[in-house]
């Protein structure tokens, strides 16, 4: 039995404090003269002699749970005899790049040599790599290992020497004398920009499975079927200039061949016609040459459709919303993220309410003009999964909006007009999240007037002014079927710096895209990834994929088509040492050992039956 | 005003007065003349030990109890015949052992209760002119005053008990029989002892006495502490005679210890009136009247 706090067994000196005072309790009486101690000790014998029975049960018992007290934070457990032998873990790249002619046959020649040449006692593990690393053979016997050596092939996947040595330094926790042999053809691209970390316990031996090649790949591929074209980048890694046929099946039909010439280290476009109806597009070349995962690449059309934003505004003269629709369409470099539009409150009500739904959010920034056709359109924008802001204003009547959107019980603020700050504590809301730290910038816009609110049920409040009334609050409508539910959210003053300097600060803009975004004006869909990073339960093989009801492209990492490589000794120069690993092997063993035996549990327990027997031995 | 009278009388012989008081003479004094004047007020008002009539002088009659006074003024001899006149021969027996020196709820230990009981007996028995004599013991008779009716013998003994010190271990039996032996005529033998030792050895003892035609009255004197054992904590109990120590809680050992005195008792009080000796316990935090009333029971009972 060995112990992982052995310290702590220092506490079982504790259990002098019952023996002394069992030994003190003894003569703790005090003398007494008497005179029928002959009446006494007739009936006293029988007693003390079961008292003493009694009191050596219960210094028996809580002696037992001092000891046990001690040993159970000393941890004990039982240690195994240590391994002999020591561990290698060979690593062998099945990135995309091995694909290249020769390259994955002389991986598994290096790795099986590696592998024979392990001491007979040694284990030996054998870990397939490209952008994670996966265990083929666990530390066990080189035959194992060996045999597992067949299933590498290469694959589509990127090369990421970090994932390879996270699960080397996994497999070699526990070894004194580990070591990792990794057979790649050392891309120079497979290290990210912090490189990659092995603590300084494990020997790293690099084996160079690869040769300078000229490689030709398809970088790049778009479909613009509005401009009637596809379009394919050619790129060519290598030292000479190459000519290469590209072909390419526009929307599941071929198209003619092109023949062109890229000049060395060049990329060229190829372009194709497209029929406008065209959604999809494939692009391939033929580089025997080279590697063959990037020899073909995909790509899908989906119209940027941007989510529509609706101003409910006051009469024609009125200036309402210019801020909030400025603010929607500030262009962040890919043009706007929403499609605004401003109404005024009349020909909202007149408004279909198809149109209505139509649109992703409604912004009520006054309540003029609305109808009980305004609230049908609303309330079914709602039921829809659509969002609706509401921020207070002159011009926006609570009252109106309470009966309209059949608010039970009605929101009814009272219009107090003394200076305040927002305070966006709860960094956990959707909205306030991506400002993070940021958020404490809020404090620098003074609210002169706002709406006090007595957020009521089926409110929730998501940011309160500094003297605690609710700056933003938030409902659900109640969910329909498998329909989104659709969101109110609330502010408590206006956005066009009538109660508030609001929009003159730089967190309006942000503000106000995440509050549309949240309720409900989502960004256009992903339509293309890369095969190491598809969403869960799509096949990562490169090509054309469903996702969520829709067409996706899927295309190896373009960053693999490098020919870039390492020396062995300058992939040695990338590697960090750590002294992580310096942890003593026997303290990690013995930490890893005890923490899969726990006898501190049972020790704990035994403990706690040992207080109910004293307590028990106690009370008679 | 009967009652205010008799607790003011009675007051005298609570032994928290008592113990206050000077001498032994005193104290028996103080008893006794306390304890009498209860009576004139009690249902005990039959036992007088006042005068009673003259009677005409007869040959052998001691010339002490002549009335000299009678005699000068009618030129005859009259003695003074006095109810409860014997020629009674008295012996108070008093456990001077260590356990009597024990004191512990109240005011006096066990042995100055037992003097101040011997005492006012003496002096009781000296008003009724009868020959009292005391024996002191533990394990032996430590001190023996032979029974005399002569003034100045009440003196040497009450300055006997005043003198009073704690012996040794006790052992009843011994001058029981020894007294027994001793004894040749009819005598009243008053034992005032806490009996603390064999039962069996005392009782055959005082059954020897009575054997010998010796009356005999037994004056069980017990601490409050030992009747009560009102004891609280964990104590370590040790023998005033013996030095034998017990570690003992209280809290456990009562009942059994109570059970077992009751039985010490119970034993002493079935054999000893089977033997038809009086026995009684006192406590010694309270009067004497119940003593001296218990004498004066058995004395009249000899008449």
């Not at chain 2, 009259?78 to 020196?101: G, I, P, Q, R």
């Not at chain 2, 054997?211 to 009747?227: A, K, Y």
Request: aromatic share 6%; glycine share 6%.
């Amino acid at each position: 039995m060995s112990f992982l706090n052995p310290l702590y067994l220092a506490g079982a000196a504790l259990i002098a404090i019952p023996i002394v005072l069992h030994l003190l309790r003894r003569d703790v009486a005090p003398p007494v003269p008497f005179t029928a101690v002959s009446l006494l000790k007739k009936t006293t014998v029988d007693r003390s002699r079961r008292h003493r029975l009694r009191d050596l049960l219960l210094l028996a018992a809580r002696v037992c749970a001092l000891l046990l007290l001690a040993a159970s934070f000393a941890r004990p457990y039982l240690a195994g005899a240590p391994p002999t032998g020591s561990t290698t873990v060979v690593a062998v790249d099945r990135s995309s790049s091995m694909s290249a002619p020769g390259r994955a046959d002389r991986a598994r020649t290096l790795a099986r040599e590696a592998i024979d040449a392990t001491s007979s006692g040694d284990r030996v593990a054998l870990i397939a790599f490209d952008d994670r690393a996966d265990v083929l053979a666990a530390p066990g016997p080189a035959a194992d290992a060996r045999a597992a050596l067949g299933d590498i092939q290469p694959g589509p996947g990127a090369t990421r020497y970090a994932a390879v040595f996270d699960k080397a330094v996994e497999l070699l926790a526990n070894e004194e004398h580990g070591r990792l042999i990794l057979v790649s053809d050392l891309q120079r691209t497979g290290f990210d920009a912090s490189g990659a970390m092995l603590p300084e316990g494990i020997g790293l031996q690099v084996k160079d499975a690869g040769a300078p090649i000229s490689n030709l790949s398809v970088s790049n591929a778009t479909l613009d079927p509005g401009r009637r074209v596809a379009t394919a980048t050619i790129r060519n890694a290598g030292a000479a200039s190459r000519d290469v046929d590209v072909t390419a099946v526009v929307a599941d039909r071929p198209v003619p061949i092109k023949r062109i010439t890229v000049p060395a280290g060049d990329a060229v476009d190829v372009t194709f016609d497209a029929p406008p109806e065209a959604r999809s597009v494939t692009f391939s070349i033929d580089d025997p040459a080279g590697y063959g995962a990037d020899n073909a690449r995909y790509s899908v059309f989906e119209a940027r459709g941007l989510p529509r934003v609706l101003l409910v505004t006051g009469g024609p003269a009125s200036n309402a919303g210019f801020y909030l629709s400025r603010a929607l369409q500030a262009d962040g470099g890919e043009g706007p993220d929403f499609d605004v539009r401003s109404v005024t409150g009349t020909a909202f009500s007149a408004m279909p309410a198809n149109e209505v739904r139509d649109h992703s959010v409604v912004a009520i920034l006054s309540t003029h003009g609305l109808d009980r056709r305004a609230g049908e359109s609303l309330r079914s924008l709602l039921s829809s999964g659509g969002g609706l802001l509401v921020a207070a204003a002159q011009d926006v009547d609570a009252s109106v909006l309470s009966t309209l959107l059949q608010w039970e019980p009605a929101v009814a603020p009272r219009d107090a007009r003394r200076p305040r700050v927002l305070a966006a504590t709860d960094l956990r809301h959707p909205v306030f999240k991506p400002f993070d730290a940021m958020a404490a910038n809020f404090g620098q816009v003074m609210f002169h007037r706002a709406w006090e609110i007595a957020a009521g049920d089926g409110w929730r409040v998501a940011a309160r002014f500094t003297d605690g009334t609710p700056a933003l609050i938030e409902r659900e409508t109640v969910q329909v079927a498998e329909a989104t539910p659709g969101r109110v959210l609330v502010f408590a003053s206006d956005l066009d710096r009538r109660w508030n300097d609001f929009p003159l600060h730089p967190t309006f803009v942000p503000f106000t895209q995440e509050a549309v975004r949240y309720l409900g004006a989502r960004p256009p869909a992903v339509t293309s990834y890369l095969v190491n990073d598809v969403p869960a339960g799509t096949p990562a093989v490169p090509g054309f994929a469903r996702v969520a009801g829709r067409t996706v492209a899927v295309n190896v990492d373009p960053r693999e088509s490098s020919v870039d490589r390492l020396t062995a000794v300058e992939f040695q120069k990338q590697v960090t040492r750590t002294a992580s690993g310096a942890q003593p092997r026997a303290q990690r063993l013995a930490r890893e050992t005890e923490s899969h035996q726990n006898y501190w549990r049972y020790g704990l327990m035994l403990l706690l039956a040992t207080l109910v027997v004293e307590a028990f031995v106690g009370s008679r | 005003m009967a009652s205010a009278a008799t607790s003011r009388d009675l007051r005298f012989l609570d032994p928290a007065v008592i113990a206050r008081l000077g001498s032994m003479e005193l104290k028996a004094r103080t008893v006794v003349e306390g304890f009498l004047s209860g009576l004139h007020r009690s249902p005990y008002k039959g036992f007088s030990v006042e005068f009673a009539e003259y009677r005409q002088y007869l040959p052998g009659d001691d010339l002490s109890t002549l009335d000299w006074k009678v005699y000068a003024r009618s030129d005859r001899h009259y003695v003074k015949k006095f109810e409860e006149e014997t020629n009674l021969e008295c012996h108070v027996l008093l456990d001077v052992s260590a356990s009597m020196a024990y004191r512990g709820g109240a005011v006096m230990s066990k042995i100055e209760y037992g003097s101040v009981l011997a005492a006012s007996l003496a002096y009781l028995m000296h008003r009724q002119r009868d020959a009292t004599g005391l024996i002191e013991f533990d394990e032996r008779i430590r001190a023996r005053l032979p029974a005399s009716a002569r003034p100045g013998h009440l003196h040497a003994i009450l300055l006997a008990l005043d003198r009073v010190s704690p012996g040794t271990t006790s052992d009843v039996a011994r001058p029981l029989h020894q007294l027994a032996e001793a004894l040749s005529k009819r005598s009243l033998v008053v034992l005032i002892s806490d009996l603390l030792d064999d039962p069996e050895q005392v009782v055959k003892g005082l059954k020897h006495l009575r054997f010998r035609g010796t009356d005999v009255i037994v004056f069980q004197v017990l601490d409050p502490h030992e009747i009560q054992f009102p004891f609280k904590g964990a104590a370590k109990f040790t023998d005033v005679e013996s030095a034998e120590e017990i570690i003992a809680d209280p809290a456990r050992v009562r009942e059994s210890y109570l059970e077992a005195m009751a039985t010490l008792r119970g034993r002493y009080e079935k054999e000893l009136k089977g033997a038809g000796i009086d026995f009684l316990t006192l406590d010694s935090s309270k009067p004497l009247d119940f003593a001296l009333l218990a004498y004066l029971d058995a004395r009249g009972r000899r008449k």
